[in-house]
């Protein structure tokens, strides 16, 4: 067994912020510690922007210049293995929130030299990597360790997406043994340190389903391997919606079944 | 950097691609100094292809792959500037075409039977050879016939009216130069100077398409190849949709490395599909699809409006869409006269949509 | 990642490596996830160069973490907007190509995907003065017609300086398309050619061409390397900050891009082009945003209508 110095066992086991409140039409009282959240849908349901919500309310603080914003000020770690992350994007997003909290315009203006010092100290807490194979998404996992352990406000970590390598590891003979080290390194993680995982996952793999191509009760193609499956302890299904430009958020684990749409400011629950 | 390029990126096959992963060989770093010998032992591939492998995965790094050539659009320029077109005797259709048919550059004309897309290949095959002292460019043709439309009497036609064309002018400029290879140049230098194979089915034409290279290493005069018809094997008894899609696609990318490599220009014909649109009425579109839509890089569409034959520049690199009137006369492809399209059109420009009532 | 090879470290000796073989131990990952007290057993190299390999394997595969606020400054110095050469476009895309993005043009045959590459080559390579790798998979690329939209713009005079920083390679394969990208990243890490210093635009026309052939039949080979693709077209344009654009067909029914979809979620930004006659029966396009990362567009798709001109100095040029 390796040593701990009293910094580590108080980051490991000292308490990280909680995450308590965030987004509540998906988690009610909160998501939970220790647990694992995927995020499932087709190209352009939103699941990425979802994710880019989930940073913004964890990297905001709670309160502002007595402004209230209802943040969790945590650290978040975000693994970006589509390479899609977009920084400015994030920014923007810290900035049209705060726009929409102010009462009046005189009250937003008189902050708006403090906001990007602000917005700049906010993005410090997130941490950002990106992984260009499933290896190195594996190594650079266990890694985290160190990270995990010099820092005690990180409580979320995110990967965007899991299923990037998939084609990749299925055609080069890989196949699952990465992904099962993956999970089990993603579990101990989890574990070890009290943090919360968000994943998302695309719908790569056609789904066969009896029905045709209606939307029934089994709504995702599992193709993952046996442990991931088993690793997830909700997954959130998100269904385009034909008519509208609304997207179906559905966890038959959470009894959640609402609709939210992606609007200038972000997203928006119905 | 680089040698971390991912074994997986090379062509090698999929059950070698599993041994050399499983075997810890995943990048070309991996493969850095390793015997054959090693290789085979160490992940079963056997003796001759871990060989294999390691050449193409190392062999292409040395001097070979540095010595390529960067080639700036500039060199480009000058290059399609020296290259001349094949004319199609009729002065509108090589001015839509912004000279002729491009050397270097894949064309494909698609219409209905009977509108002439075999004379058009036929006139083109002869024109190629008109003698570089009359501006041509000498050269010999391959044709690839699939239907068996090829009828060598129109041929004997279109080449007699083509050699005559230019006695003529040899005669009226009394041109020395023109005057000496006149004397090759006949109707009976013209047949002898096109390469006719026949195909029968699809396999016979990927086949033929694949062997070709080896022909044009033999025959380097040859300035055109001519696929009459690409479609007609395709569009029938073909039951799995993507291997047709495979096939198509990759005989395209045949197309387009012949005509880049060996300088000469493909000439492909296409047939006509009517398709319906909910809502719409049915129309008329080049067979094949859309994934062929894109294998050639000029597509011209001809189709008659009344008892006027038109050719319809549809997609270009270089040239804008434009429609132009021509007809076939005994001896080929020609402009139509004035007056004749006046009197037909009434000076009303033509709808560019084809419809089937 | 890779194999564990000797020197990696001065504890990874060719004995120890020898040592981690018998014990079933080839690569990094089969390493870094044993647990060191089990391999110690296993094959009896000491606890403190097991230790040592570890902590030198993991710095060495594993991603760096970087700062949010470090990854913002560096966005906000090193992003550039490339006009297309189409302001309407331009209007559309928020400013026109990002660098550090991958944007793919979608469209039906003939709908003006390869005149709007050359259209951004010519904007790129005149106006901005930067380099253009262009990687011609359908043979349609003409120097000549980018020559002609320089002229067009009565600039004459500069047809020959900007065509030398658009540089072209005819790739007729997946494998050929691959080993270029690798070699483009080689040149730009080495940064020792004044061309690729300032290498800002790299176009691939058409990725499809060389994706179908690939595609299909039993094996399912073809959707590797079309992952591998996506992936290293991201990586330059992510790593190196370069605007990558690709075009792209669409499936037989003409609403949806061809390649399916795990090449759906590929790009950052997708712009649709379309073919339609007006009423006076002249053919026009329309560009829709259909994917992009920039709020604004999530909400509304905004469409612009263009039309295919010659004489204008724009190849696309706005009809209303």
Same mark, same amino acid.
Request: glycine content about 6%; overall charge negative.
């Given at each position: 067994?390796?040593s701990?110095?009293g910094?580590?066992?108080l980051?490991?086991?000292?308490?990280?912020?909680?995450?308590?409140?965030?987004?509540?039409?998906?988690?009610?009282?909160?998501?939970?510690t220790?647990?694992a959240?995927?995020l499932?849908?087709?190209?352009?349901?939103g699941?990425?922007?979802?994710?880019?919500n989930?940073?913004?309310?964890?990297?905001?603080?709670?309160?502002?210049?007595?402004?209230?914003?209802?943040?969790?000020?945590?650290c978040?770690?975000?693994?970006?293995?589509?390479?899609?992350?977009s920084?400015?994007?994030?920014?923007?997003?810290?900035?049209?929130?705060?726009?929409?909290?102010?009462?009046?315009?005189?009250?937003?203006?008189?902050?708006?030299?403090d906001?990007?010092?602000?917005?700049?100290?906010?993005?410090?807490?997130?941490?950002?990597?990106?992984?260009?194979?499933?290896?190195?998404?594996?190594?650079?996992?266990?890694?985290?360790?160190?990270?995990l352990?010099?820092?005690?406000?990180?409580?979320?970590?995110?990967?965007?997406?899991?299923?990037?390598?998939?084609?990749?590891?299925?055609c080069?003979g890989?196949?699952?043994?990465?992904?099962?080290?993956?999970t089990?390194?993603?579990?101990?993680?989890?574990?070890?340190?009290h943090?919360v995982?968000?994943?998302?996952?695309?719908?790569?793999?056609?789904?066969?389903?009896?029905?045709?191509?209606?939307?029934?009760?089994?709504l995702?193609?599992?193709?993952?391997?046996?442990?991931?499956?088993?690793?997830?302890?909700?997954?959130?299904?998100?269904?385009?919606?034909?008519?509208?430009?609304?997207?179906?958020?559905?966890?038959?684990?959470?009894?959640?079944?609402?609709r939210?749409?992606?609007?200038?400011?972000?997203?928006?629950?119905? | 950097?680089?040698?971390?390029?991912?074994?997986?990126?090379?062509?090698?096959?999929?059950?070698?691609?599993?041994?050399?992963?499983?075997?810890?060989?995943?990048?070309?770093?991996?493969?850095?100094?390793?015997?054959?010998?090693?290789?085979?032992?160490?992940?079963?591939?056997?003796?001759?292809?871990?060989?294999?492998?390691?050449?193409?995965?190392? %062999?292409?790094? %040395?001097?070979?792959?540095?010595?390529?050539?960067?080639v700036?659009?500039?060199?480009?320029?000058?290059?399609?500037?020296?290259?001349?077109?094949?004319?199609? *005797?009729?002065?509108?259709?090589?001015?839509?075409?912004?000279?002729?048919?491009?050397?270097?550059?894949?064309?494909?004309?698609?219409?209905?039977?009977?509108?002439?897309?075999?004379?058009?290949?036929m006139?083109?095959?002869?024109?190629?050879?008109?003698?570089?002292? *009359?501006?041509?460019?000498?050269?010999?043709?391959?044709?690839?016939?699939?239907?068996?439309?090829?009828?060598?009497?129109?041929?004997?036609?279109?080449?007699?009216?083509?050699v005559?064309?230019?006695?003529?002018?040899?005669?009226?400029?009394?041109?020395?130069d023109?005057?000496?290879?006149?004397?090759?140049?006949t109707m009976?230098?013209?047949?002898?100077?096109?390469?006719?194979?026949?195909?029968?089915?699809?396999?016979?034409?990927?086949?033929?398409?694949?062997?070709?290279?080896? *022909?044009?290493?033999?025959?380097?005069?040859v300035?055109?190849?001519?696929?009459?018809?690409?479609?007609?094997?395709?569009?029938?008894?073909?039951?799995?949709?993507?291997?047709?899609?495979?096939?198509?696609?990759?005989?395209?990318?045949?197309f387009?490395?012949?005509?880049?490599?060996?300088?000469?220009?493909?000439?492909?014909?296409n047939?006509?599909?009517?398709k319906v649109?909910?809502?719409?009425?049915?129309?008329?579109?080049?067979?094949?699809?859309?994934?062929?839509?894109?294998?050639?890089?000029?597509?011209?569409?001809?189709?008659?409006? %009344?008892?006027?034959?038109?050719?319809?520049?549809?997609?270009?690199?270089?040239?804008?869409?434009?429609?132009?009137?021509y007809?076939?006369?005994?001896?080929?492809?020609?402009?139509?006269v004035?007056?004749?399209?006046?009197?037909?059109?009434?000076?009303?420009?033509?709808?560019?949509?084809?419809?089937?009532s | 990642?890779?194999?564990?090879?000797?020197?990696?470290?001065?504890?990874?000796?060719?004995?120890?490596?020898?040592?981690?073989?018998?014990?079933?131990?080839?690569?990094?990952n089969?390493?870094?996830?044993?647990?060191?007290?089990d391999?110690?057993?296993?094959?009896?190299?000491?606890?403190?160069?097991?230790?040592?390999?570890r902590?030198?394997?993991?710095?060495?595969?594993?991603s760096?973490?970087?700062?949010?606020?470090e990854?913002?400054?560096?966005?906000?110095?090193?992003?550039?907007?490339?006009?297309?050469?189409?302001?309407?476009?331009?209007?559309?895309?928020?400013?026109?190509?990002?660098?550090?993005?991958?944007?793919?043009?979608?469209?039906?045959?003939?709908?003006?995907?390869?005149?709007?590459?050359?259209?951004?080559?010519?904007?790129?390579?005149?106006?901005?003065?930067?380099?253009?790798l262009?990687?011609?998979?359908?043979?349609?690329?003409t120097?000549?017609?980018?020559a002609?939209?320089?002229?067009?713009?009565?600039?004459?005079?500069e047809?020959d300086?900007?065509?030398?920083?658009?540089?072209?390679?005819?790739?007729?394969?997946?494998?050929?398309?691959?080993?270029?990208?690798?070699?483009?990243?080689?040149h730009?890490?080495?940064?020792?050619?004044?061309?690729?210093?300032?290498?800002?635009?790299?176009?691939?026309?058409?990725?499809?061409?060389?994706?179908?052939?690939?595609?299909?039949?039993?094996?399912?080979?073809?959707?590797?390397?079309?992952?591998?693709?996506?992936?290293?077209?991201k990586?330059?344009?992510?790593?190196?900050?370069?605007?990558v654009?690709?075009?792209?067909?669409?499936a037989?029914?003409?609403?949806?891009?061809?390649?399916?979809?795990?090449?759906?979620?590929?790009?950052?930004?997708?712009?649709?082009?379309?073919?339609?006659?007006?009423?006076?029966?002249?053919?026009?396009?329309?560009?829709?945003?259909?994917?992009s990362?920039?709020?604004?567009?999530?909400?509304?798709?905004?469409?612009?209508?263009?039309?295919?001109?010659?004489?204008t100095?724009?190849?696309?040029?706005?009809?209303?």
């Amino acid at each position: 067994m390796t040593s701990e110095t009293g910094a580590q066992l108080l980051a490991r086991l000292g308490s990280r912020p909680s995450m308590n409140g965030l987004e509540p039409s998906l988690f009610g009282a909160g998501p939970e510690t220790k647990t694992a959240y995927e995020l499932y849908g087709e190209e352009g349901t939103g699941k990425s922007e979802m994710l880019m919500n989930f940073v913004s309310s964890c990297i905001l603080p709670d309160v502002w210049n007595d402004l209230k914003i209802g943040g969790h000020n945590a650290c978040v770690v975000f693994i970006d293995t589509d390479y899609k992350f977009s920084i400015l994007h994030l920014a923007l997003l810290l900035e049209k929130r705060l726009r929409g909290l102010f009462k009046d315009d005189s009250e937003m203006n008189s902050c708006m030299e403090d906001m990007e010092s602000f917005i700049k100290s906010c993005l410090k807490r997130l941490q950002l990597l990106r992984c260009n194979s499933s290896s190195n998404l594996l190594i650079t996992l266990i890694s985290l360790e160190n990270i995990l352990n010099s820092n005690s406000d990180i409580s979320v970590l995110m990967i965007d997406s899991i299923s990037s390598f998939y084609w990749l590891d299925k055609c080069s003979g890989v196949d699952n043994t990465n992904m099962n080290s993956i999970t089990a390194t993603l579990n101990s993680l989890l574990d070890t340190y009290h943090i919360v995982l968000f994943v998302t996952r695309a719908a790569i793999v056609k789904h066969k389903s009896k029905d045709g191509d209606r939307h029934t009760e089994a709504l995702t193609a599992d193709y993952m391997c046996h442990a991931w499956h088993n690793f997830i302890k909700h997954q959130y299904v998100f269904i385009p919606l034909a008519d509208s430009r609304e997207v179906k958020v559905v966890c038959q684990t959470q009894n959640v079944n609402t609709r939210f749409s992606v609007s200038d400011s972000g997203i928006k629950f119905k | 950097m680089q040698n971390s390029r991912e074994l997986n990126s090379f062509p090698i096959a999929p059950i070698h691609k599993t041994k050399l992963s499983g075997a810890g060989f995943l990048i070309v770093e991996d493969l850095k100094d390793i015997k054959p010998s090693e290789l085979s032992k160490e992940t079963g591939i056997d003796l001759e292809e871990s060989l294999e492998i390691i050449t193409l995965v190392l %062999g292409g790094d %040395g001097d070979q792959k540095a010595s390529k050539p960067t080639v700036s659009a500039l060199d480009i320029l000058h290059l399609e500037n020296a290259s001349p077109y094949i004319i199609t *005797f009729s002065e509108q259709v090589d001015s839509m075409l912004g000279g002729g048919v491009p050397l270097r550059k894949v064309t494909e004309f698609c219409g209905s039977p009977g509108i002439g897309k075999t004379q058009m290949c036929m006139q083109l095959a002869v024109d190629v050879q008109i003698p570089e002292a *009359f501006g041509g460019m000498g050269g010999e043709a391959v044709y690839i016939d699939t239907e068996g439309s090829f009828i060598i009497e129109r041929l004997v036609d279109i080449a007699k009216a083509t050699v005559q064309h230019c006695h003529n002018i040899a005669s009226e400029n009394q041109e020395p130069d023109m005057l000496k290879v006149m004397g090759q140049f006949t109707m009976e230098s013209v047949l002898s100077r096109i390469h006719y194979f026949r195909c029968h089915d699809y396999v016979e034409l990927l086949s033929n398409v694949h062997l070709l290279p080896k *022909f044009l290493k033999e025959h380097p005069t040859v300035k055109l190849v001519v696929v009459d018809s690409v479609a007609f094997h395709f569009r029938h008894d073909f039951d799995d949709m993507s291997l047709r899609t495979r096939l198509l696609t990759s005989m395209a990318q045949s197309f387009i490395q012949l005509a880049t490599d060996s300088s000469l220009a493909v000439v492909l014909t296409n047939q006509m599909t009517t398709k319906v649109q909910q809502g719409e009425s049915s129309r008329l579109i080049p067979a094949l699809g859309e994934s062929w839509g894109h294998a050639s890089t000029i597509r011209v569409i001809l189709y008659w409006e %009344g008892k006027q034959r038109w050719a319809w520049l549809y997609k270009s690199p270089s040239q804008r869409e434009a429609v132009v009137p021509y007809q076939i006369t005994t001896g080929g492809i020609r402009d139509v006269v004035s007056s004749k399209l006046e009197s037909d059109e009434e000076g009303e420009a033509p709808a560019k949509r084809q419809r089937t009532s | 990642m890779s194999a564990l090879r000797v020197g990696l470290c001065s504890a990874l000796t060719d004995t120890v490596c020898d040592a981690l073989r018998q014990a079933g131990i080839r690569t990094a990952n089969e390493f870094v996830i044993k647990d060191v007290e089990d391999l110690v057993q296993k094959s009896g190299v000491s606890y403190k160069d097991l230790q040592a390999i570890r902590r030198v394997v993991l710095a060495q595969y594993s991603s760096f973490p970087q700062c949010g606020l470090e990854v913002y400054t560096s966005a906000l110095t090193s992003i550039a907007i490339l006009p297309t050469g189409c302001p309407s476009i331009d209007t559309l895309l928020d400013g026109g190509l990002y660098t550090g993005e991958l944007t793919e043009i979608a469209g039906q045959t003939a709908v003006g995907k390869t005149q709007f590459c050359f259209s951004c080559c010519v904007s790129v390579a005149c106006d901005t003065k930067q380099s253009v790798l262009y990687l011609d998979t359908c043979g349609s690329f003409t120097a000549e017609r980018l020559a002609d939209i320089i002229t067009a713009q009565d600039k004459e005079q500069e047809v020959d300086e900007a065509l030398t920083r658009v540089r072209y390679h005819r790739v007729s394969d997946i494998f050929q398309l691959l080993e270029r990208l690798e070699e483009i990243k080689l040149h730009l890490s080495k940064q020792t050619d004044q061309f690729y210093s300032s290498l800002k635009l790299v176009i691939v026309d058409n990725v499809a061409s060389v994706l179908y052939p690939v595609l299909g039949g039993r094996h399912m080979d073809g959707l590797g390397l079309m992952s591998h693709l996506g992936l290293k077209l991201k990586i330059l344009a992510v790593d190196f900050s370069i605007a990558v654009l690709i075009t792209n067909n669409v499936a037989s029914e003409g609403a949806r891009v061809s390649l399916g979809k795990t090449w759906s979620h590929v790009p950052h930004t997708r712009l649709f082009l379309s073919r339609r006659h007006d009423v006076e029966g002249r053919p026009v396009r329309d560009a829709k945003v259909v994917k992009s990362n920039k709020m604004d567009q999530a909400k509304t798709e905004k469409t612009a209508v263009i039309r295919q001109d010659v004489q204008t100095p724009d190849p696309l040029s706005i009809l209303s």
